[in-house]
Every structure is written in structure tokens, then in C-alpha cells.
């Protein structure tokens, strides 16, 4: 949902405020949750606010097939992927900065809320999370594709409450299909590689295209098919 | 944290309720803020709420080292797993079902929350969930590692608002390593496989154990070196 008159505009920046304020309250709510040491009755308490919260504003959800009203897929922007979106409260977020070389990179610190082991990074947020950024990788080389193949090789655990690097870079492209790898380390210690992936991302064929994404719509309502669905994120420049 | 004394098997049961009244509330509510069409000023004043809620419960956290209070990792009870744990905002959860020939199964439904490629599973989430189900199915077979390997081959996109069928299996075990398999089906069509899953769970050794986890106490600061860490997840019979 973009503007050019300027009540759109306005009207837009303000809901995008709301929006980013709800997904960051909610993570720090969520991250609450799972460490908090209050007595049940707070607990309880706690879920009575944030039923009075859904009730404010779950009256009218949007359908499946209705793209988020304050997303452009076709600029990259989507405020609620689940790792990277400014506004989902499951994404840390990551942000990802595409590098001159043409890869991108992305540092977070994870909370609890994203522990396996005790005191790690559970296995398979790290397969999520390296998901996303290849699929980032591909769209800062131009390309876009959903995953057809991922593959993760974990050396060490990784930390909670310590700032990690994710990087990824397409390695080779051909025809619809692209080869990129990543790797997780400790921001602190970039060289030493605690996780490493590899993936095949591949641009469905305009049949598949228009059989996955034929139904889907804006939130005005127009058929809006996706340029690069597998590429769900707006890229920060350097 | 279990108490066989009266007033504590009470006191925790009474702190169970609310920690599991919680977590999905917080379910519903992070469906609803990535779905509302609500205007800005309800989206905000749901914000308002979910700072409210954060102040009741978050003033005194768990450290990282510290287990969740209602935790029993011996037994298996992990309540905020973030695939399986039933107080777990982020999971949907998958409720892991044990099977007579010693594999695992759950049912699930996914909402807006788990998006990836507009109307479909974000590929990273079929990641997450599966590396849980291998660990789960580890656990099931008497056995427990961390993920060393994981891979998936997507064949099909997994649509959102479907009951989907996630299933996994030791295929073998040798020493401390243990190969094992999944996929995921549509639950009312389970034999079209649509994403393979293949994992080498490895057991640490003990001092790998040791420097892992050796801090790690629960919620009273004893000592309590996880003896399953990689299952997470207290299975269902049958």
C-alpha cells in the first residue's frame, strides 16, 4: 500500500508506526514469556491484556490470498516475513544489508525465545533463519526462486545472548535455477564458521507461477502476482 | 519444577493454566497483528496492551543458564520448546505423537504467522519444524543428539490454513550418531510426500557435554545437566 497524495502517505506512515510498535511490543512480550519468574496470577493476568489486545483488532482479518496491506511485493517489501519482517513478532528481525561484492549480511542477538538446548540456538531456527537469507542472497543477485534444496552442516552450537553474523552469496546461477551458500558465525569471531548451508533455489515455471500466486491479491483487492515470492525482503543498501 | 507435596503440585498446576493461557493468547494475537485491517489507532492501542502485559510478568527474567521453572528436562518437558512446547508463542505447537512401529507424527494447521512465498509455508519454517521432528523422533527411539546434518528436498510448496501431516523416523543408529528421516504431507492426502527430510543427530561427547551445559541449573540453582537435550519435547503415547 503506497501513496503519492499526501493523506495516503500519512495515513500509510502511520499505520506502518502502529504496525512496527506492535511487532516490537510483542517480542518483548514473547520473550517475556518464556523467562519470566512472576507469580501465576500475573501470568494470568498478562493473557487477559493480550486478549483485550486481540480483541482491538482481530475483528476482520485479511484472507489468505490478500497480500498484507502495507506490503509491495513487487518493491521486496514485506513487513511480516517471519525472519526479516519489521512487523512480525516470530522474526528477531534480521536485517539484511547487501554487501558491494554482492552478498548479504545480517547481525542479531536471539533471546530465549529461540533456544533448543539449553542455553543454544535450537538446530532448526538456524535452517530457518539460513533460509531466508539465501533467498535474500538471490534477490540482491536479481534472482528469485523458492527453495528446492537446503542443506546445513552444524560445527558448534550457537550461543544465545551473542551477536551472530549470517552471511550469503549466490555461488552460480543457470537457467531458473541458483546455487548460494551461508554461514553463521559469532560477529566476534567472523572467520571461525559454527554453521554452514548451502541451497537450490528455483524460479517456478510461469505455469506453476500462475498455479501458486494466479488467486493472489492486493489489499485493494487487485490480482497481484509476486515478481520474486521467494525474496520476501527489502534489502538495505551498504 | 514437580512438587509431590499437596500445596505444590497445586501451585504448579495453577502456574501451568496461566503459562499455557498465555502462550496462546499471544498464538492468537500474533495471528491477528499480521492479518488485522483494523485502523492505526487500534493497532497502537493493542501496542499499549502489550506493553501492559510486559510490565506484569517481565521485571525479574530467568538468566539464560536457568531452566524455565515448569521444566523438567529429564522427563522430557520442555513448556516453551518453540516447535513443540505447549506455552511456546512462536509454536504453533506440533503435538508429537509416538507410533507403535517407533516413529513420530503430528497434525498441524498454519496460519498467516508461518508465511513465506504469499499463500504458502515459508520454506525456513518446514526446516524448523522438521529438524524438531527428527530430534523428536531420536528421543522416541531412546536416543538424543544435536543436529550435525540437516537437508530437505522441496518438491511442492506447502499451502497455509491446511492440516498438514509432518512425520519422522530413526532410519539407524551407530555409537553416538543416529540417521534419521522425515516428510511432510497433506494430512488428507499423506502419501504425496512434498518436503523430505534427512538429519545425522550426534550425541557430544561427555566433555563437549560437559563444557555445553555444565552451567546450565533449574529453577531452584541446582545443577541440572540436560540428559536429553536434543529432544526438547514430552511425546505423546499412541
Known amino acids: 500500500m503506497t501513496s503519492n497524495d499526501d493523506d495516503g502517505g500519512a495515513a500509510t506512515a502511520e499505520l506502518l508506526t502502529a504496525t512496527i510498535e506492535l ?12 523467562t519470566t519468574t512472576a507469580a501465576a496470577t500475573e501470568v494470568a493476568a498478562a493473557a487477559e491484556l493480550v486478549r483485550a489486545a486481540t480483541a482491538r483488532i482481530g475483528g476482520a482479518p485479511r484472507p489468505v490470498s490478500q497480500l498484507a496491506r502495507l506490503d509491495d511485493p ?34 542479531v542477538t536471539l533471546g530465549l525465545a529461540y533456544e533448543g538446548p539449553p542455553t543454544f540456538v535450537h538446530g532448526g531456527m538456524s535452517a530457518l533463519f539460513m533460509d531466508q537469507m539465501l533467498g535474500s542472497a538471490a534477490g540482491a543477485a536479481g534472482l528469485w ?13 550457537l550461543p544465545l545472548q551473542t551477536a551472530l553474523q549470517f552471511r550469503a552469496r549466490v555461488a552460480s546461477h543457470e537457467g531458473r535455477k541458483a546455487f548460494i551458500t551461508g554461514t553463521i558465525a559469532l560477529a566476534a569471531a567472523p572467520e571461525k564458521i559454527l554453521v554452514e548451508a548451502r541451497g537450490l533455489f528455483v524460479m517456478p515455471r510461469p505455469e506453476k507461477q500462475a498455479a501458486y500466486f494466479g488467486s493472489v491479491t492486493d489489499a485493494a483487492g487487485r490480482h497481484a502476482p509476486p515478481r520474486r515470492p521467494g525474496d520476501a525482503t527489502a534489502l538495505q543498501q551498504g
Open 145 to 157: 526462486g523458492m527453495t528446492a534444496h537446503l542443506e546445513l552442516d552444524y560445527r558448534s552450537p
Open 74 to 107: 513487487a518493491g521486496g517489501l514485506r513487513v511480516f516475513n517471519p525472519v526479516t519482517g519489521v512487523a512480525h513478532p516470530l522474526a528477531p528481525p534480521l536485517v539484511v544489508h547487501q554487501e558491494d561484492d554482492g552478498g548479504v549480511v545480517a547481525e
Open 23 to 34: 511487532g516490537g511490543a510483542l517480542r518483548e512480550l514473547i520473550e517475556a514469556s518464556v
